[in-house]
């Protein structure tokens, strides 16, 4: 089993900036992919940004050069550093790690708005 304990969600205005971190826990030998999903009401999952451990990334177009993701390999936790925030982004943030299966965490709420 692997848990993923997420943090950093909250409210922001408008052009603010939040940064989120996941930590992975438990029956870990090697993790290959980390990264964020998110859902806003009445739309589908979609994903943000994954970083494989060597460290390539890429990132949805709706926030490329506004969000950042990053891994601490010894410490099996990813970062999301989001600026210039927008309404638009406002949703459930949920991270993954991909082991010998996926695990998600337990996603935490971005809200945009002023």
């Known amino acids: 089993q692997v848990q993923l304990v997420e943090s950093g969600g909250g409210l922001v205005q408008p052009g603010g900036s939040l940064r989120l971190s996941c930590a992975a826990s438990g029956s870990i030998f090697s993790i290959y992919a980390m990264g964020w999903y998110r859902q806003a009401p009445g739309k589908q999952r979609e994903l943000v940004a994954a970083?494989?451990?060597?460290?390539?990334?890429n990132y949805a177009d709706s926030v490329k050069g506004r969000f950042a993701i990053s891994r601490d390999n010894a410490k099996n936790t990813v970062y999301l550093q989001m600026n210039s925030l927008k309404p638009e982004d406002t949703a459930v943030y949920y991270c993954?790690?991909?082991?010998?299966?996926?695990?998600w965490g337990q996603g935490t709420q971005v809200t945009v708005s002023s």
């Open positions: 993954y790690c991909n082991t010998e299966r996926r695990w």
């Open positions: 970083i494989t451990s060597g460290g390539s990334t």
